[in-house]
């Protein structure tokens, strides 16, 4: 039973039957198994409050853009990458594609759906732009691709880390590299499936507007919290409370300087997203009492101890798959759930977050920041159908999911070897001969592992 309520919460939450909000469906779901006693009330509580660091995270990141989206300094950010467009179609894409970039790493992928998105189709209307979709299609695409570069740029990162969350000095080795080639390739595959449409012709004399003192102010309250932000991560310290904080005191500095009252800013935000991922917590909290959690972390143990780099090369693939079928805030909480409940290796979990960031590339459904960039492309008059844009991801998301993993698993290969061969090297320096038959069998054992 408590299978067939987790999926039919699922599928309400990807396919919103009747119109209905996620939220709804997942808090139904949740409210569900505790009326048929499927999970107790303590249960319950428990399970939503593992999720206490990512509701504050969320709340700070939704103050912060919705804050920005008030004072128009995203509507000024795509009125300068279109004014240094030029009249160049393919120009404006790579400057509409970096302005994504910035946006999804320091105020989250979610942001840049739900607020860079009607900026980006003012923009291009302003341009005069024939076929303005495939600058909308980087909103979307960016918004994932971008989103590993640092713990704040998905609050999905903390789903799979939790309360392990590594410090900012031990993420950005591990991430950098494959955040790279995660965007390079993506924005390559997007080019190249909108290159008929980039031929066209843009308007070139483009107004540059003023930014505001409440958008100056905004910028330097986003760029305060982003250095809060980092040297938290860098010390260790869970991201909810300083977001939450520092969201909160550039709010309302803005307000002050304004002279306006917090419900002009509280009433546009999406507070459905809390009960959404609360309800989440829940489900996932119910189905650990069957055993998948602890299934999933046994198999994941014990494919690594055979070979660390197929089982985490295997898991990113599934996870992203899985995260296009259930969406991947579901599938994150599942994952960051069998990752927390045994020790996995680290390339196993790096490859799985990969495959949890950069999967929902694939489909509308995959990610809530590709649904609620769904939501706000039809405010602003367009749509994208669901075939429509799986003709882009199949061609886009799994060359980058592959390379992306790929990425990874060899800058941790390439460690684990200079640690090793420094090993062997202490090992000889201190009367070992390097054909000593226990080196090599020890040679031996390390490739059967990778």
Sequence with gaps: MIWIIAALSAAGVILRPFNLAEAVWAVAGASLLIALRLISVPEALAGIAKGTDVYLFLFGMMLLAEIAREAGLFDWLAAVATSYARGSARRLFLLTYGVGIVVTIFLS?????????????????????????????????????????????????????????????????????????????????????QRGALRQEIAKDIPRPALSGAGKMAAVGISA????????????????????????????????????????????????????????FVLVEALAKTGL?????????????????????????????????????????????????????????????????????????????????????????????????????????????VLAIAATLAGWVRTKRRKRLAHARRGSYGGRHHSDPSNLSSVKRWRAEL
Excluded at 120 to 144: D, G, M, S, T
Excluded at 229 to 257: E, F, K, M, N
Excluded at 321 to 349: E, H, R
């Design 293 to 401: 959690i602890d299934t999933i972390a046994t198999l994941l143990h014990d494919g690594a101890q055979r070979s660390a780099v197929w089982t985490a090369a295997s898991a990113g693939i599934v996870v992203a798959l899985a995260s296009n079928l259930i969406n991947n805030l579901p599938a994150g909480l599942i994952a960051g759930s069998a990752i927390q409940a045994a020790p996995i290796s680290d390339q196993v979990t790096r490859a799985m977050l990969i495959g949890v960031d950069l999967g929902p590339n694939l489909s509308v459904s995959g990610s809530l920041a590709t649904i609620l960039w769904l939501a706000a492309l039809r405010r602003e008059g367009h749509s994208v159908g669901f075939g429509a844009f799986l003709k882009i991801g199949i061609v886009v998301m799994p060359p980058a999911l």
């Design 109 to 193: 992928n979610d942001a840049t759906a739900v607020v860079l998105t009607p900026a980006v189709a003012a923009a291009v209307k302003a341009a005069k732009a024939r076929e303005p979709l495939q600058y909308l299609l980087i909103c979307a695409f960016i918004a994932n691709a971008a989103s590993f570069v640092l713990p704040i740029s998905n609050p999905a990162n903390l789903v799979i880390y939790g309360s392990r969350m590594p410090p900012l000095l031990q993420w950005l080795p591990a991430y950098l590299l494959p955040s790279f080639v995660s965007i390079v390739a993506t924005y390559l595959l997007l080019h190249w499936t």
């Design 225 to 280: 919290t982003a250095v809060v932000l980092l040297a938290s991560s860098a010390l260790g310290v869970q991201l909810g409370l300083p977001t939450a904080v520092a969201g909160a005191l550039t709010a309302a500095t803005v307000l002050i300087r304004e002279k306006k009252w917090p419900w002009s800013i509280v009433k546009d935000i999406s507070w459905g997203v809390l009960p959404l991922v609360a309800g989440l």
